[in-house]
C-alpha cells in the first residue's frame, strides 16, 4: 500500500494551491484520510481530516475558512484546496489514513511521500 500525495508548488501569499492523494493497494473511498505537514524545525500538525462514512471533516483551526477538504470516491482520490496561502502554511504536506475526531486526528495506517508547498513572494 502506497499513498502519494501531489500537486505542491511555490505561490506567493495569498495564493492557492490544490493538493491531491492517490493510493496504491488500496481505496481511499473507505477510509477516513488526513492531510498532515511539518515544517522545518516545527512537529507535524493536522490539518484536515474527513470521515469515509458520513463525510464529517475537521480542520485545524489557522486552515479553516481557507482550507477545503473533498473526496473523489470514485476516483478513489482526496484533496485540500488551499486558499489564501500564508507565510505560516509553507511545510511538507503528506496525506494518511487516520483517524479524525472532534478533539484530534493523526495519521493511522499508511502514508506517504508529501509534497512540498512553498509561499513567497
Known amino acids: 500500500v502506497q499513498l502519494q500525495a501531489s500537486g505542491g508548488g511555490l505561490v506567493q501569499p495569498g495564493g492557492s494551491l490544490r493538493l491531491s492523494c492517490t493510493a496504491s493497494g488500496l481505496s481511499l473511498a473507505y477510509y477516513n484520510v488526513g492531510w498532515f505537514r511539518q515544517a522545518p524545525g516545527k512537529e507535524r500538525e493536522g490539518v484536515s481530516c474527513s470521515s469515509y462514512s458520513d463525510g464529517t471533516t475537521y480542520y485545524e483551526d489557522s486552515v479553516k475558512g481557507r482550507f477545503t477538504f473533498s473526496r473523489d470516491k470514485a476516483k478513489s482520490t482526496v484533496f485540500l484546496q488551499m486558499n489564501d496561502l500564508k507565510p505560516d502554511d509553507p511545510a511538507v504536506y503528506y496525506c494518511?489514513?487516520?483517524?479524525?475526531?472532534?478533539?484530534?486526528?493523526?495519521?493511522?495506517?499508511?502514508w506517504g511521500q508529501g509534497t512540498q508547498v512553498t509561499v513567497s513572494s
Open positions: 494518511a489514513t487516520a483517524f479524525c475526531t472532534f478533539n484530534g486526528m493523526g495519521p493511522r495506517g499508511y
